[in-house]
């Protein structure tokens, strides 16, 4: 059984322009959750995903960040108009229905220049 | 919010040496885990214990969900330990994020 999978692993972009961080679960998961880790810090919750709705996004900057977990594929963090304090790891973390215990991916590091 | 206090902050070991880590967490808690998070940055899952013991080769943990921690041992630590633990916790009222302390930064020497 893969393990949560998590691409791209290493993202730069520019100021300004549009990141796009993919997480796909492992199999028979149905809960995402996506945690930032800004350097030198611990790591924060963001949202919490499971297919098709958002169940509790209080951990999303109110602009710029999206997140969805479509029917089919994997889910997605959207960061339009980076500013170099995205510059950060993402990591995605599943779980199986009715279970807390979350696994984690290798994250994405993203670096804003 | 449910606050999550690690200590110590630091930790520098002679390989070889045991150590214990601990987490203390001001609320009622459905999850409880530990991460090792390696110099590379992946984290690692060791333990999930809302409550009791487990033991996994040189690392073992427990729980006391009445008194609100939980200790993670090291014994006869290697230099591959070396590396930040988390600890981190899912209120009991919450919809399941994680709360993350703050960590120990392990460093373990030859």
């Known amino acids: 059984n893969a393990g949560v999978m998590q691409n791209p692993r290493h993202l730069v972009r520019r100021r300004g322009q549009e990141a796009r961080l993919r997480c796909s679960p492992m199999?028979?998961?149905?809960?995402v959750y996506w945690y930032r880790q800004l350097p030198e810090e611990g790591l924060k919750f963001m949202v919490y995903?499971?297919?098709?709705?958002?169940?509790?996004e209080s951990g999303m900057p109110k602009e710029r960040f999206s997140a969805e977990f479509p029917k089919e594929g994997p889910s997605i963090l959207r960061i339009q108009q980076v500013v170099r304090g995205d510059s950060a790891a993402y990591f995605c973390?599943?779980?199986?229905?009715?279970?807390?215990?979350?696994?984690f991916g290798p994250g994405t590091r993203l670096t804003v220049t | 919010g449910i606050q999550v206090e690690q200590s110590p902050p630091d930790l520098i070991l002679q390989e070889g040496a045991n150590s214990t880590l601990r987490c203390n967490f001001s609320?009622?808690?459905?999850?409880l885990q530990w991460f090792h998070q390696n110099p590379w940055g992946q984290l690692i899952n060791l333990f999930y214990?809302?409550?009791g013991t487990k033991q996994n080769g040189r690392l073992s943990a427990t729980t006391v969900a009445t008194e609100r921690y939980s200790l993670l041992y090291i014994s006869s630590s290697q230099t591959t330990d070396s590396g930040v633990y988390f600890c981190?916790?899912?209120?009991?009222?919450?919809?399941?994020?994680?709360?993350f302390g703050k960590g120990t930064k392990l460093s373990v020497k030859p």
């Open positions: 995903l499971q297919k098709e709705n958002i169940i509790d």
């Open positions: 214990i809302p409550s």
């Open positions: 981190a916790v899912v209120n009991g009222g919450s919809q399941g994020n994680l709360i």
């Open positions: 973390a599943s779980s199986p229905p009715y279970s807390y215990e979350q696994y």
């Open positions: 199999k028979g998961h149905s809960h």
């Open positions: 609320d009622s808690v459905n999850n």
